[in-house]
């Protein structure tokens, strides 16, 4: 068993099992005498783990056939790029909702490639809260609509998905990704980097629809362009292969814990007992509204940034690692991705409340 638990918003922490599976096959990947690292891409057996992750993910997720599922690099932030560039189009509008930093991030880069209309923020409290979006702040139409659904900094989570028509919806999912079922059907493009909740850092994970594989006429870079991805099945180049053969264990390791219905009921279970805590306690508070809680990245604070330095430097001390807030918000947070051990939130709960105690 491992001594400690580790809350960092990513790269995460991922399941025991996994590691300890990975660490079994490292030398010899299934008698084949070579580990996955050394496999070429375009082996037989490297083609069966991509092909495998991709089934995985399909089922877990149940994607509809008329999505493509593609494994780049890059991370989220390429993405924040790739989407302006194949989908702006007809109108060379998109509409943004800007819910924090990683939103601001994707307008900066889509500016570049065209008109981006803020349709819904919360920057005027700090991003403590998410917008509703009415049919009206969608007008004019756009050639597509950005949300990130979980925000990773903030503590923040969209609870509805609008329905946005016949305008494709984005979704950056990266910390929630995996977490509870979705409808993926809401969405025309859906992209996480795997390094929260999916493996380790170097994999993205790109869902889309596929009318929207050729929406752009433009010339653009062959590696950013979709088609490209698609039309090679994630083998236009070498993929991260280590880190999808981790994904594809982490999926199995998801389907065998139930799946997502099952992983949601945990995660609303851990965050439950967090969040009940907080709201309990008279030193320690969430600044989330508690309508848009996260349930995979829960911030808190004290109200007193010294003493929010003495419980992290403390925490730590204990084997609660990386319990820091972003650099951006301060205070701390706890990410408990569906790797974390329910175990891992009572325990932390058990030193908050030691803390609380020595310190009111
Ligand atoms: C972490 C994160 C990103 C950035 O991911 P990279 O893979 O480092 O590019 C983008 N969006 C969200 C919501 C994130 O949590």
């Not at 050639?143 to 609870?159: R, S």
């Not at 690692?321 to 951006?328: I, P, Q, S, T, Y």
């Amino acid at each position: 068993m491992r001594k400690v638990f580790n809350f960092s918003a990513g790269p995460a922490v991922l399941p025991q099992e996994v590691l300890r599976e990975a660490a079994d096959e490292m030398l010899d990947y299934q008698g084949c005498g070579m580990s996955v690292m050394e496999l070429s891409h375009r082996g037989k057996e490297f083609g069966e783990i991509l092909e495998n992750a991709e089934k995985l993910l399909r089922d877990l997720l149940k994607i509809p056939k008329n999505y493509h599922v593609l494994f780049l690099q890059g991370g989220a932030t390429l993405q924040f790029a790739m989407v302006p560039m194949n989908l702006f189009g007809k109108t060379g509008r998109a509409h943004y909702f800007h819910t924090g930093l990683w939103s601001k991030k994707a307008i900066f880069e889509a500016k570049k490639f065209g008109e981006v209309l803020i349709s819904a923020s919360s920057e005027d409290k700090n991003f403590t809260y998410l917008p509703t979006v009415k049919a009206q702040d969608l007008q004019p139409d756009g050639d597509y609509i950005f949300m990130v659904t979980n925000n990773t900094i903030y503590g923040t989570c969209f609870k509805n998905i609008p329905d946005t028509g016949n305008i494709p919806l984005v979704g950056d999912m990266s910390s929630n990704i995996l977490s509870e079922p979705i409808d993926v059907q809401k969405f025309g493009i859906i992209f996480a980097g795997a390094q929260k909740n999916i493996g380790p850092a170097g994999l993205t994970i790109v869902i889309i629809r596929e009318d929207l594989v050729e929406r752009t006429e433009k010339k653009i870079p062959t590696y950013l362009d979709y088609k490209t991805h698609v039309k090679n099945k994630s083998l236009y180049n070498t993929p991260p292969c280590y880190t999808v053969y981790l994904a594809k264990l982490v999926f199995e390791w998801i389907k065998e814990q139930g799946g997502l219905d099952a992983m949601g009921r945990r995660n609303h279970d851990k965050a439950g007992l967090l969040y009940d805590y907080l709201d309990a306690s008279t030193l320690f508070k969430s600044p989330v509204v508690k309508h848009d809680r996260s349930i995979m990245n829960v911030t808190f604070v004290t109200g007193q940034p010294q003493l929010d330095d003495i419980f992290i430097r403390e925490a730590e001390g204990a084997g609660l690692k990386n319990l820091k807030g972003h650099r951006a918000v301060g205070g701390m947070r706890a990410s408990i991705y569906n790797a974390m051990p329910k175990e891992g939130v009572e325990t932390l709960i058990r030193f908050m409340e030691t803390f609380e105690k020595t310190h009111t």
